[in-house]
């Protein structure tokens, strides 16, 4: 409670409306009040000298106008030219900036999940969606959810004359067909039969096993089957050469999967004959 | 009054080019742009010169003038701008001379002719914002309708009103807080009935 006044308590409400009264009467004193007027005389006087510096300085007012107005054109060309600018450099940069991250985002989703580094040219973007074929399977990308959307298998495809005699000039020239790695393990003992041979395949240990590989060349190998392959979102054509060789172990056969557009091996593997599909086939 | 409006429009085009047109513009408005410049200051050199320059800038940015509001309430615009900008450069110079004086931006040269009670405004309204000294002028001193001192200051009718209302506010904090304790307390207590400040004879002793 505030103090007292003639006995009543000095409110917030009292203050309010002191406060109130006190600003009509600063409003009516204030209107009450002479504004003063300034000299007839001197103002006259002022008003003269005025008079006489713009007669004189009259031409060069007309000058200076004009530089402001040309000023004034300059600095609104300036500032259109310079808009205009930077929206051209943002509708270049911006788009090539979101498509360099997107990618950057689906090589490491991919890095990730499947243990695979994939190349920025093989990526297809568009939008938040990146697509990219991987170990001879399309893998669908949502940069959005950083996540794999879809692995789709390849879908068998026609190839004419000429993409069938290409995907067998490429392989035969391939460097990864011509250093094609092959482990040398131990057979298992297979209905009596004993001993080492390049036949089985069963490995007792993965460590041994690579450091006994070895380089084996299948570019002279007989081609068994060359098939057509696509992806339901991609475009290219991919050929999958399936080859055999004395070179490589009895009963066994080497497959490579061959992109048409980019004329290279993508992958390649080695496994019984007719079991190695091109989707599961592991890059040499 | 349109027909004013019309040969005021044609003057100001004329005086685009022609000087004599110019001159008749200046005269036309002169008076009125002194007075106000004067009213802001109380100095009379100040004036004349603030009052040079208003117009200087004017017949040079004469093509920009887009006849929204009438021409004089645009001169007062520019002389507006002028005149904050003179006090601003006061008060930076001030500070940088670190003056501890609390005294006025502005040392009126000529007071025989003021109204004391303008006087003692006229200093109170000097501690405070230059918006707050504009409006005040511009509404009680220079009656200044809501819609010219919107065109004059660059504001909203409510952007007006709620200046206005602080302005108000800091002048009231501003004059008590000039006045001595007891006055202050005597006021406080409703025992006072007449601002003190108002006083002349008041302010005389206190000073």
Redesign the interface.
Known sequence: MGRK?NGQPFLPKNKER?DKM??E???R???S???????EK??LQ??E???K???T??PK??Q??RM??MK?RVLALAVVTSIVVVALILSTVLPARRVTSAKQIAKDVIAKEMHVTVDDEDMIVEGNIVIVTVNGKEVTVDTKEAKIMKISMPEPASLTEEERNRAIEIFRNSPEVKNFPIPVMTAPPENGDEGNKNGGFIITDEDEAIEKEKYVDLSNATIVSVKGYTFPNGKEKYASIEVQSDLLPKGYSATFFVDLKKGKIVSGGMGPSGSVKPGFIKKP | MKDMKMDENKLIEEALNNREAAEKLISLHYREVYRYIYRRTLNKSLTEDLTQETFLYALEHLASFRRKSPFIIWVLKIATSFINEHFRKVRKERKGLNSKENSSINDPEEELDVDAKYKIIHKHLQHLPLSYQTIIILKFFENKKTKEICAIMGKTPIGVRVTLHRALKALKREIERSVTDSDFLRLYNGEEKEWPTFSPEKQGKER
């Open positions: 006044r002191r006190r600003k009467e600063l409003i004193q204030l209107k009040i002479k504004a003063p007027e300034p000299n001197d103002s002022a008003k000298r005025l008079i510096k713009v007669r300085s009259f007012i007309i200076e106008r402001i107005i004034r």
